[in-house]
């Protein structure tokens, strides 16, 4: 009889453990019933979260180069529209050079050519790499690509001098660059003279760079000439010069 009640204890305590079981299955899954809304929630909120996060991690500009900052064109909380120019960050290590050059001077400007930059604190080698399309101001701009280490004192926006070599002439007779005449044409120009006495020649020109000319006929190494406007003069072959 002993045996026979602890058996049936022992049933009954198994059905209540089984009740147990399901009400705690039960349980559990009108939890999750209810936290699912709520979980929703959370993720919605997350969501927003994350895209507020996004959207002022893209307000912090940053440079893609490597670099020192020149000139910050906005002010702090102004807003702008995409596209706006915020900051200029320069590479002082990296830098080129722009010429600018009179339009009348470009006709024989070519990609690759030899330049020299100089920058008052010493003259560095460069290459043209890019000559703009369209003109302004009457100038062309021209960029130098620079070879070499770049002279003590070179920075961005410092103001220089270039020269860019077209071609290299041998053994060339040349003066600078009178008031009048055109490449490869004949002008007159008076030629000074011993007595002091000017008078007119005919020269026929060649080449020419920006500031002088090639001579190919009517003047030999030595001969002096009057480059300026002597317009006024057109009537005589012969004029006298005092001092």
């Known amino acids: 009889m002993t045996v026979k009640l602890k058996k049936t204890q022992a049933t009954d305590q198994a059905n209540r453990l089984k009740i147990a079981q399901q009400r705690l ?49 906005v002010e702090r909380g102004a807003q702008v529209s995409p596209g706006t120019n915020l900051v200029r960050v320069a590479d002082p290590t990296n830098l080129k050079a722009e010429v600018r050059i009179a339009e009348t001077q470009t006709k024989d400007l070519r990609l690759g050519q030899f330049a020299e930059i100089d920058t008052r604190n010493g003259v560095v080698q460069g290459k043209v790499a ?20 770049l002279p003590p004192g ?58 002088t000319i090639e001579i190919k006929e009517g003047l030999q190494p030595g001969d002096q000439v009057i480059l300026s406007d002597m317009s006024n003069y057109d009537q005589f072959d012969r004029i006298q010069l005092k001092g």
Request: glycine share 10%; no cysteine; net charge neutral.
């Open 25 to 73: 299955k039960m349980t559990e899954e009108g939890l999750k019933s209810q936290l699912a809304p709520q979980e929703a929630d959370v993720n919605l909120k997350r969501a927003a979260y994350e895209l507020s996060m996004r959207k002022l991690d893209d307000l912090r500009v940053k440079a893609g180069m490597t670099g020192v900052l020149q000139l910050v064109s």
């Open 130 to 149: 890019r000559i703009d399309p369209a003109s302004t101001n009457g100038t062309v701009g021209v960029d130098v690509i620079l070879d070499g280490a």
């Open 154 to 211: 070179a920075r961005p926006d410092l103001s220089v001098d270039g020269t860019i070599r077209i071609e290299k002439l041998d053994n060339v007779v040349f003066v600078g660059r009178p008031a009048f005449g055109q490449d490869e044409g004949t002008v007159s120009m008076f030629k000074l003279l011993p007595t002091g006495e000017a008078v007119r020649t005919n020269v026929k020109l060649g080449r020419s760079s920006v500031s």
